[in-house]
């Protein structure tokens, strides 16, 4: 994508300060157009399937929808707008939680507009943008699962969400990527993610590793 390509965006979040600031700071860019702003996330909902943005900016704690339901529900209707969460909350396992849910990009409300329009360039070109909080989140669960020293063939069974377990069911009865998507409503791309991090809690390197270790500890038939 070429820097002069205007990126249309969009921003969601209940203090109106806050979004005047980032529209401000934004402004100064040529090559970006805030389209709307919504103030929460019910308003969020609504504006986005009458204008959609090509980034949206949203925040994680709102009135009406908060950001993990409006994650949820954005990447089943509108799965091709960049997400770029920006908010307060720096915790790793939040972190986590909203790129497995399809955040492209994770930053804080004191995040430079420098490095707020870079993320938005990145996840532009390149899908997702990573930086310290998303790299300390990811060596975090690795580290975790080190310690705790769980791998396929552990006799010891590791704790999977009901969405996991379902996923985990679904590759066994040996379906696609695709399938599985239209059967949960995920996308494709969500459902890698999710993928990929439950092979990363058992310490599998295929798809198969991790089939196995769901009979071996009988989670899966």
């Given at each position: 994508?070429?820097?002069?390509?205007?990126?249309?965006?969009?921003?969601a979040d209940d203090h109106k300060i806050?979004?005047?600031?980032?529209?401000?700071?934004?402004?100064?860019?040529?090559?970006?157009?805030?389209?709307?702003?919504?103030?929460?996330?019910?308003?969020?909902?609504?504006?986005?399937?009458?204008?959609?943005?090509?980034?949206?900016?949203?925040?994680?704690?709102?009135?009406?929808?908060?950001?993990?339901?409006?994650?949820?529900?954005?990447?089943?209707?509108?799965?091709?707008?960049?997400?770029?969460?920006?908010?307060?909350y720096d915790d790793q396992q939040m972190?986590?939680?909203?790129?497995?849910?399809?955040?492209?990009?994770?930053?804080?409300?004191?995040?430079?507009?420098?490095?707020?329009?870079?993320?938005?360039?990145?996840?532009?070109?390149?899908?997702?943008?990573?930086?310290?909080?998303?790299?300390?989140?990811?060596?975090?669960?690795?580290?975790?699962?080190?310690?705790?020293?769980?791998?396929?063939?552990?006799?010891?069974?590791?704790?999977?969400?009901?969405?996991?377990?379902?996923?985990?069911?679904?590759?066994?009865?040996?379906?696609?990527?695709?399938?599985?998507?239209?059967?949960?409503?995920?996308?494709?791309?969500?459902?890698?993610?999710?993928?990929?991090?439950?092979?990363?809690?058992?310490?599998?390197?295929?798809?198969?590793?991790?089939?196995?270790?769901?009979?071996?500890?009988?989670?899966?038939?």
């Amino acid at each position: 994508m070429s820097i002069t390509t205007v990126i249309k965006i969009a921003i969601a979040d209940d203090h109106k300060i806050f979004r005047d600031g980032i529209k401000m700071a934004l402004s100064a860019k040529d090559n970006l157009k805030m389209i709307w702003e919504a103030e929460d996330g019910k308003d969020l909902m609504h504006k986005i399937d009458i204008k959609k943005p090509d980034v949206l900016l949203m925040d994680i704690r709102m009135p009406e929808i908060d950001g993990i339901n409006a994650i949820s529900m954005l990447r089943k209707e509108h799965d091709d707008v960049k997400i770029i969460v920006l908010t307060m909350y720096d915790d790793q396992q939040m972190i986590s939680k909203m790129m497995e849910m399809g955040a492209n990009a994770y930053l804080t409300k004191t995040t430079d507009p420098d490095e707020i329009y870079e993320a938005i360039l990145t996840c532009m070109n390149d899908e997702f943008y990573f930086n310290q909080l998303v790299n300390n989140a990811v060596m975090g669960k690795l580290m975790q699962k080190k310690n705790i020293r769980h791998h396929y063939g552990s006799s010891v069974p590791i704790a999977f969400s009901e969405k996991e377990l379902k996923i985990l069911q679904l590759l066994a009865e040996d379906k696609t990527t695709e399938e599985i998507s239209k059967i949960i409503f995920l996308s494709p791309r969500t459902i890698e993610t999710i993928r990929q991090n439950m092979k990363n809690k058992v310490g599998a390197k295929t798809i198969g590793g991790l089939i196995t270790y769901g009979m071996r500890n009988k989670i899966i038939e």
